[in-house]
C-alpha cells in the first residue's frame, strides 16, 4: 500500500509512520507533504491508497484538502491526526466522509482501532 | 473562556493535559512541579486560539530548557544528534499538540493558529508571570521543567493563522 502523510511537522511526520509500523502495518510505501497543497497535489499524481492528514495546516486546511479531492472526484481513504478533536471537528470529519480523527498523542492501539479496516497488515 | 478565574478552574483538567502530552512524547513519566525553568536560553512555542464566538484571544506558551528541547527532538524524530531545524520542529510540535488539547478542554467554536517556535527566548530573570494576568502550569520529565503559560488577551502579532475556504471567499470579495 502506499501512505499519504500530511503534516506541517516533520517530527509528527516521523512519528506517524513510526506509529504504523508499531501498529503492525509494516512494509508500506509512505509520501510525505508539508500542507494540504501539496498534499492534493500528490495525491492526484500518486494516488495513494490513504491519506493521514493533520488538520491544522499552512496553505491548505485537512479539511479543506479532504473537500478537495472530493470535488475532484478522488475517493482514497483519508483519516485526521490532528491535536484537536473537538465534537464539531469530529462531526464535519464524519460529515465530509473521512474515516475518523485520531487526536496527538496517540498511541499505535488507536492507530489499529481506526485504520485496520483499511491497512493490510 | 478568558478570565484567569476559569482557567483557575481548570487548572487540574490543564496539568493532566500537560502530564499526558510529555509522557505520550517522551516516552517517560511527567510529574507535576513547582521547579522554576533552568537558567539559560529556553525554547518556546507560541500559539493562540481566538474564541470566534467571543472575539477574545488566549495565548499559550510552552517553555522548555535546551536539554529538553534535545531530549524532545531526540525522541520525536529518533535522532542522536538533532539539529536547530528539528528543535524548531520538535518544539513548535510541541506546542501545536498542547494548544489543541487546551482548545478541545476550553472552548466550543474556536481557531487554533499554528505554532511559531523560538529556540532563544528567554523570558529574563526571576519570575516574569503576573498570576493576576497568566495562568501557569508545570511538569517535570526527565528531570526537567516544562511550562505551559496561558495569557487571555495575549497579542496575536506574528501568529500565522490556517487559511479556511471562507478566508478566500472573503478575499475574492470586491
Redesign the interface.
Known amino acids: 500500500m502506499k501512505i499519504l502523510v500530511a503534516d506541517?511537522?516533520?517530527?509528527?511526520r516521523?512519528?506517524v509512520a513510526?506509529t504504523l509500523r508499531q501498529a503492525g502495518f509494516s512494509g508500506h510505501e509512505i509520501i510525505e507533504a508539508e500542507n494540504g497543497a501539496e498534499a492534493l497535489e500528490l495525491a492526484r499524481e500518486e494516488e495513494p491508497d490513504l491519506i493521514l492528514s493533520d488538520w491544522?495546516?499552512?496553505?491548505?486546511?485537512g479539511i479543506?484538502f479532504l473537500?478537495s479531492l472530493h470535488r475532484s472526484g478522488i475517493d482514497i481513504p483519508f483519516c485526521f491526526v490532528?491535536?484537536?478533536?473537538?465534537e464539531?471537528m469530529r462531526e464535519m470529519a464524519e460529515e465530509s466522509g473521512a474515516l475518523g480523527l485520531i487526536?496527538?498523542?496517540?498511541?499505535a492501539e488507536r492507530f489499529t482501532e481506526v485504520l485496520s479496516t483499511v491497512v493490510s497488515l | 473562556m478568558s478570565s484567569i478565574d476559569e482557567l483557575e478552574d481548570a487548572r487540574q483538567d490543564l496539568e493532566s493535559l500537560l502530564l499526558d502530552v510529555l509522557n505520550s512524547t517522551l516516552g517517560e513519566e511527567a510529574f507535576t512541579t513547582d521547579e522554576s525553568l533552568p537558567a539559560g536560553p529556553l525554547a518556546t512555542s507560541r500559539l493562540s486560539i481566538h474564541d470566534e464566538a467571543q472575539d477574545t484571544y488566549l495565548g499559550i506558551e510552552i517553555r522548555v530548557g535546551a536539554v529538553l528541547a534535545r531530549l524532545l527532538a531526540s525522541k520525536m524524530m529518533a535522532a542522536g544528534d538533532p539539529s536547530p531545524d528539528d528543535l524548531l520542529d520538535a518544539v513548535g510540535e510541541l506546542g501545536n499538540i498542547v494548544g489543541g488539547n487546551v482548545k478541545t478542554l476550553l472552548y466550543h467554536t474556536a481557531r487554533l493558529s499554528l505554532p511559531m517556535a523560538d529556540l532563544n527566548s528567554r523570558t529574563g530573570p526571576g519570575d516574569p508571570d503576573d498570576p493576576s494576568t497568566t495562568l501557569r502550569v508545570a511538569a517535570s520529565v526527565f528531570g526537567q521543567t516544562a511550562q505551559v503559560v496561558l495569557t487571555p488577551g495575549a497579542p496575536v502579532d506574528g501568529l500565522y493563522w490556517p487559511p479556511s475556504q471562507e478566508d478566500e471567499a472573503l478575499e475574492k470579495q470586491p
Open positions: 506541517d511537522s516533520r517530527a509528527m516521523m512519528i513510526r491544522n495546516m499552512p496553505e491548505m486546511t479543506d473537500r490532528t491535536s484537536e478533536g473537538s464539531e487526536t496527538k498523542p496517540f498511541t
